[in-house]
């Protein structure tokens, strides 16, 4: 990268008008090139050096993933950050990015300061790798000379280093190894967890107790071998624990120990993509310039109009994003449950409402410990959103929403109370099937709320209801979730 010019950004989206509103966040700090194709940009990327590429997934002829592991697998280019910038937005669509190779990614529709921070971060991010290169390849020369796999994993779970012996037993070039999550890349799906949790007590410090152990790993042509580990962890000078160093052997043939890989069947639905991708993508686009001709027009009556667009806009990507999630939990059969602490999630689900919260001058007041250590999947975050947004919603400005962690036996209970109208005896049974929303006739809404969050509960196989608030008016929202 010269450091004298400005740094090179490649922005590649099939929607013209994306191009040009991302153009307009950065061009006055970088210089911006925009495609409209993958193509064009793998063909670009060969005669041109660029410091950052922005890539959106969903585009005719080699879609984002595909360009980003085209980049990610050619030694001259694998280097260069990649953003994700798309209207998909689950946790797997997130997880396939980073599986792609992508070293970040963003929801559109994409938020100017957002994006302007994560692309400073990643071209000082590119600048620092630039110069750590001739060391790594130093460190790589001394790591081939051992008869053994040797593999170096960093903090954020991604290979650093893997020696010859390792690429040849995993029949895996460095470039498909390096930088990639090495649990995800390498072990099959039944031992990813178990091998993750050894991982993480070596890097809280337990090195003796998880100084050996064994498992299998995924070869490339699909086969199973076992490996026998011998683990240390690496500290710098200061003795911060900076990643693990594990020495490798082949026991496949001693143990005669191989398992079947586990297939999973990913459900695609054309509907679901196209709400998610080319409804929300146009909604985002709309979004973006209203916002930018909200600082140029100076006339009231214009001002007004674009306010009203700004208003309608924002309640109709609410209204894509709430049914896109919810047809996505539909097509769902069950949950990756993994030990979660629900205190910390609840405290930022209460801060992301703070805006809400100072409008309508209320409290929210919070009961128990600070530990409810449960068995879930993070989505769990969905049913607290939406209890204490339809508390402030509902709830007479002053009031109080209190919050509370009960434990109960094997059980966690939380349960959101307010100090609104309350519901009858007669709607507590309905309010949570979809598209129900009783007695609220001053308050328009889709009723996909509490939808979602009996389909999130049914996942976990978690029980969940409103009562009335025992204090006086409101209700009570809660749900229970297994201990972890």
């Known amino acids: 990268m010269n450091e004298k010019s400005l740094p090179k950004i490649l922005i590649i989206d099939d929607e013209p008008y994306n191009v040009s509103l991302m153009e307009a966040y950065l061009s006055l700090d970088y210089d911006t090139t925009g495609v409209l194709s993958g193509e064009d940009a793998l063909e670009m990327i060969k005669t041109d050096d660029f410091d950052l590429v922005i890539l959106d997934i969903m585009m005719p002829g ?9 980049l990610k697998n050619d030694v001259k280019t694998k280097f260069i950050p990649v953003i994700m910038a798309t209207a998909l937005f689950e946790k797997g669509d997130q997880i396939r990015s980073i599986e792609a190779g992508a070293d970040d990614f ?3 529709p994409v938020d100017q300061i957002e994006l302007k921070t994560r692309v400073r971060s990643l071209i000082k991010v590119k600048r620092l790798s630039d110069n750590l290169i001739s060391e790594r390849d130093q460190a790589q020369r001394y790591l081939d000379i051992a008869g053994v796999i040797m593999v170096v994993i960093d903090p954020d779970q991604k290979v650093s280093l893997i020696n010859r012996r390792g690429c040849e037993v995993l029949g895996r070039s460095e470039e498909e190894v390096v930088g990639k999550n090495w649990f995800e ?13 050894v991982f993480d007590n070596l890097m809280s410090g337990n090195g003796s107790e998880y100084e050996y152990n064994e498992n299998q790993i995924v070869i490339k042509n699909g086969d199973l071998r076992v490996i026998s580990w011998q683990n240390r962890i690496i500290n710098d000078d200061h003795g911060n624990i900076t990643g693990v160093l594990s020495s490798g052997e082949d026991v496949t043939e001693e143990r005669c120990a191989k398992k079947e890989l586990e297939h999973s069947n990913e459900l695609k639905d054309l509907f679901i993509d196209i709400l998610r991708h080319d409804m929300l993508n146009t909604a985002g686009v709309v979004k973006g310039f209203t916002e930018v001709l909200l600082k140029r027009v100076t006339d009231d009556p214009q001002l007004e109009m674009l306010r009203t667009i700004k208003r309608n806009n924002i309640k109709m990507i609410g209204l894509i994003q709430n049914a896109a999630r919810f047809a996505k939990l539909e097509s769902i059969d069950h949950l ?14 209460v801060d992301s409402f703070s805006k809400e919260l100072d409008k309508k001058q209320m409290n929210i007041e919070m009961i128990g410990g600070d530990s409810c250590q449960a068995m879930v999947d993070p989505v769990i975050e969905e049913v607290f959103f939406n209890f204490i947004s339809n508390a402030i919603k509902y709830g007479p400005e002053k009031s109080t929403i209190r919050i509370e962690g009960v434990d109960s036996d094997d059980k966690w209970v939380i349960s959101v109370c307010d100090q609104g109208e309350g519901i009858s005896g007669a709607d507590k049974s309905l309010i949570f099937e979809r598209f129900i929303r009783v007695n609220k006739t001053n308050i328009k809404g889709t009723g996909l709320g509490l939808a979602i969050v009996k389909r999130i509960m049914d996942l976990h196989e978690g029980e969940f209801g409103v009562k009335d608030n025992p204090e006086g008016k409101g209700s009570v929202f809660w749900v229970s979730v297994k201990k972890a």
């Open 185 to 197: 890349v390498s072990l099959p799906i039944s031992e990813q967890q178990q091998t993750k949790d």
């Open 106 to 108: 963003l929801s559109k």
């Open 62 to 70: 080699l879609s984002g993933y595909e360009v980003c592991k085209i």
């Open 336 to 349: 990756q449950l993994q030990s979660i602490n629900l205190c910390p999630i609840l405290n930022e689900v």
